[in-house]
């Protein structure tokens, strides 16, 4: 399943029309795109912030707001993020972070760890490695209560197509895994198939060996381009 339905599934279970989320505007095109154009169809509402300025981020928060997403390393440009400040922002605020790890993949950043309450990833990219299947992914941090502030009502209150199941009531800290399944994959569908899962799972086996080859040769770019008479500034890899 491609990483703009993993978007969907996790704004699917988080949002009702009129509701609004706060994005980065340092994302790659293709969530730009989508949050700009096709969840209007959905009544959905990004409002946008600036990673450089994150006051932005808790100026944009109202009453509608129900989740921030950023990237972690972001596409293009290569900007980090500062996840656990905007993670604070997001806390104080009672609303979800959904960080996109895609282009840091978990070798490189334990979004959780900083303070992400859901990651997306691409599968097709860093973490398959080869190219040769579609997929994205969604991780439940386990770190959210969901029933809290009440922002959340998918997951907070009584589901009539599951004979009034209180989703977090009943799974926990894994309820929006389940939620995300039960709404979103049954409703909007998009499974990935077995033999792309299989792939998938070979290529993440050497994960931790291509990046830090991939880590290894920016620094070698890094290293010479420093040095370069043409090159006014500029900073290590690894500096």
């Excluded at 400040?85 to 605020?93: D, E, F, G, S, T």
């Excluded at 209180?166 to 998009?190: P, Q």
């Amino acid at each position: 399943m491609l990483l703009a339905m993993q978007r969907n599934w996790v704004f699917h279970t988080l949002l009702q029309p009129g509701d609004e989320f706060i994005a980065s505007n340092k994302l790659y095109g293709g969530s730009i795109n989508q949050f700009n154009h096709s969840f209007k169809n959905f009544g959905w509402n990004v409002v946008w912030a600036d990673t450089d300025d994150l006051s932005t981020f808790e100026n944009a928060i109202t009453d509608k707001t129900k989740a921030i997403f950023i990237e972690s390393l972001a596409n293009p440009g290569g900007i980090v993020t500062d996840i656990e400040a905007i993670a604070k922002i997001a806390k104080k605020a009672g609303i979800p972070l959904i960080v996109d790890n895609t282009m840091a993949t978990p070798y490189l950043c334990r979004s959780i760890e900083h303070g992400a309450n859901i990651i997306v990833e691409s599968l097709t990219k860093f973490l398959g490695g080869h190219g040769n299947s579609m997929g994205g992914i969604i991780v439940d941090g386990g770190n959210f209560d969901w029933s809290a502030s009440g922002k959340c009502p998918m997951l907070s209150e009584p589901r009539p197509e599951y004979s009034n199941m209180v989703l977090h009531e009943t799974f926990g800290n894994f309820a929006f895994a389940i939620a995300c399944r039960v709404l979103g994959l049954r409703d909007l569908g998009a499974a990935i198939s077995p033999f792309n899962a299989f792939q998938t799972l070979t290529g993440i086996e050497t994960l931790p060996l291509r990046m830090e080859r991939h880590c290894q040769n920016a620094q070698k770019v890094a290293e010479w381009l420093s040095g370069h008479e043409a090159i006014e500034s500029g900073s290590l890899c690894g500096a």
